[in-house]
């Protein structure tokens, strides 16, 4: 299972590496000042080596439950190790404990322009006040001025709007729950070095490919009662889904409480300098199962909102106030993952009369579907235009546009055995009346690819064929009465064989006609003002990468009616469905997800 996405306009994210920022957030934090260290320094006149010995955990203490049976089964589990710790993980100290002092969840450090981020959990954050400290690699009777790195002042932190706790507590079991991430940006340390100078590095932001792992590394520390030494606990295993939760799940013996916030590291070594970290334990009840047992953990599964809360961390900027609605696993689209990975083809266009962008799905069974659009990124009730039947499972290319004007979009369908066929106003009850414009055994069964999209010069809706040959056609007038004259925009050639997908579109917001394609190496690449005149001004917006050698179909259109831009619709091979919100020339727009994975 594959669950492949990226983020953030104007972000290139690659799965499996480093966060791309841009400016402002991509903008180095400034050299410390003659300052640096105050904040530390006066923390550690607070924190002397006995306050930090003496403190307790504030978060939720795990227990082993005593069942018949329990202590044999917990024999047979993976158990974590304690050991002295790594440099890139540490843990929180406050003031605040209702027996004083509090020794409070993991951090770990973040490789980001900013050097001063640490990842940790909402929930844990919900709780850290202005005397908070982190200590990378801490170690229990050190003095402040001991610790093998120092001490960093918490000066912010920075949580999802939308996670919101149950009543009476900082953690919760609701859908809110797979946003139980936090990020913290620090003071320098005592001696005024910034925290990855001081640690020599930090781990990768990354998305992960989907929940299931082979070995995944949890880094944390657990509770005084369960760890009066004050070591770190580490625990390699296979991870898998909690279901019905964007989040990974794990079985180790040792997680107690004080581990909440701890990385899920894919490449761990031990005091490695850098790392790729997908998540981190919390999310689900705090990151832990309704009998609250240390053998069972959670963890967040890093997606966009993470992405973008990491982006607000570094750029030192609270997140949007009006950020829409997480709906949890529960897709903007009808149906899970599981179904979406059937969606063969699909076409946009305004099929309902309301000006609004809707979406056709042609399904590996036959049916058709029509998914109204609400303009403003969702959908509406479902309609089914055609049930299961052979005659669509031989659909080999479509695209939807206003052939011959008006207002309300049409279909045209390219079938395996050539014929070309125009549905000139499909909608809600139906897909309408068919004209043939190619008939079957034609040239036409060469053609591998449509894109409809502005590329007249009025304006209006033009077609863009890609030919099995790499040559690319352009049809301005294409209507009732036939395709009409032809422009040959790109003679055959090796090249456009490799472009695997295209669609067409206003993506430069100047209501010319665009074309996104994506390339069979991952690129993606748009060409600006394409026309009868020529094939556009090519614009990269992304270089060859893995990650969209997953993307199966693609389809563009105005489905957010306020924007000036068309928004990208990517069916992943998993099945997740993804919207990029006013999508540009030269950047994937703002992502939205349609359907989640895992579902």
Known sequence: MFSYRMRRAAVAVLCAAPIGLTAPAAQAASPPGPSAGQEAREAARFWTAERMAGSRPLDAVRHTPSTPGAAAAAAARPKGTLFKGTRLVGTFFGSDGPGGTTWHCTGSVIDTPARDIVLTAAHCALSMKSDYVFVPKFVKGAAPDRQPYGIFHIQRVFIDPRYKPDRGSTTTKGASSDLDTAFARVSANQRGVSLQDAVGGGLTF???????????????????????????????????????????????????????????????????????????????????????????SYGTAFGADAENLLADAVADQAPPADLPAYRGLKGTLAGGAARWRKAALMASGDYTGDRHGDLLVVWSDGSVTLHPGDGRGGFGAEKRLEKANTTWTHARTLTGGTFGGGDR???????????VTLYPQPGPSGLGREIRMAAPRSAWANAVQFAAGPFRSDGGTGLLVRWADGRLTLYPNVGAGGFGTSTRLIAANGTWTKAALLTGGDFGGTAAGDLLVRWSDGALDTYTDTSATGLGTRSRVLGPNSLFQHAQVLTAGDFRHDRSRNDLIVRWSDGETTLYADTGTKALGTEHTLVHPGT
């Open 206 to 296: 990354t998305r992960p490919s989907g929940y299931v792992h082979r070995g995944v590394t949890v880094v944390g520390y657990p509770a005084y009662r369960h760890n009066s030494a004050g070591r770190a606990v580490k625990c390699t295993v296979p991870t898998k889904q909690l279901r019905g939760y964007r989040q990974l799940s794990m079985t180790c013996g040792g997680y107690y409480g004080g581990v909440s916030g701890s990385p899920w590291i894919t490449d761990y070594k031990d005091d490695a300098r850098t790392g790729h970290v997908i998540g981190n334990l919390g999310g689900y009840n705090g990151g832990g199962n309704d009998a609250n047992v240390d053998y069972i």
């Open 409 to 419: 979009a049409g279909l045209l369908v390219r079938w395996s055995d050539g014929e």
